[in-house]
């Protein structure tokens, strides 16, 4: 009787404890190298963006993974969905990544009222009235600078500490 016990119990744990079903995929990356996958079945879309993430060196979110032309994404419905049950056996996907940049920055225009020319880099910067001016309008008096009195009062200043630092003394009684 013992034997037949222990081989019941054999069969039942055995039975409970069936592996899931492993699906295979295959991943394309950017280089045009493929890698094949043999993942379980019930692998969801952001497991397998980490699996390709720790294979590729590339940071999860940027992974982006592309299937006939449509964008497998993680969202709140497909988060807890099965890789098994949106793509049949075999498939190939492809791996990308989001571009980086963008378009060059436009060029300056003169902020003087009716001037469409372009503004120069750094000397054309004005520091009184933060605009940007070109050649012709650049001079604080040539745009008109709120900040001209300002200035104008600044230099005296400064004119006037180096002219007294660079005083002499007379000394009486020599």
């Known amino acids: 009787m013992r034997p037949s016990r222990s081989s019941s119990t054999a069969s039942s744990t055995s039975t409970s404890s069936t592996p899931s079903e492993n699906f295979q995929i295959f991943v394309k990356l950017l280089s045009g190298d493929t890698i094949p996958l043999t993942i379980p079945s019930d692998t969801t879309i952001p497991t397998l963006r980490h699996l390709l993430s720790l294979r590729t060196s590339a940071p999860t979110q940027d992974i982006r993974l592309v299937h006939a032309g449509k964008h497998l994404t ?3 419905s ?6 098994s049950s949106i793509l049949p056996p075999s498939s190939i996907l492809h791996m990308a990544l989001p571009i980086r940049g ?3 920055s436009k060029k300056q225009k003169c902020t003087y009222n ?8 750094i000397v054309g910067d004005c520091s009184f009235c933060q605009g940007h001016f070109c050649g012709k309008h650049r001079m604080l008096e040539d745009h008109k600078c709120s900040g001209l009195e300002d200035c104008k009062k600044e230099s005296h200043e400064r004119n006037k500490d180096m002219l007294e630092g660079q005083r002499t003394m007379v000394v009486k009684g020599i």
């Open 74 to 76: 993680a969202t709140s």
């Open 102 to 104: 963008g378009m060059p």
């Open 78 to 83: 497909s988060d807890s969905q099965a890789i």
């Open 114 to 121: 009716s001037c469409k020319e372009g503004a120069q880099r």
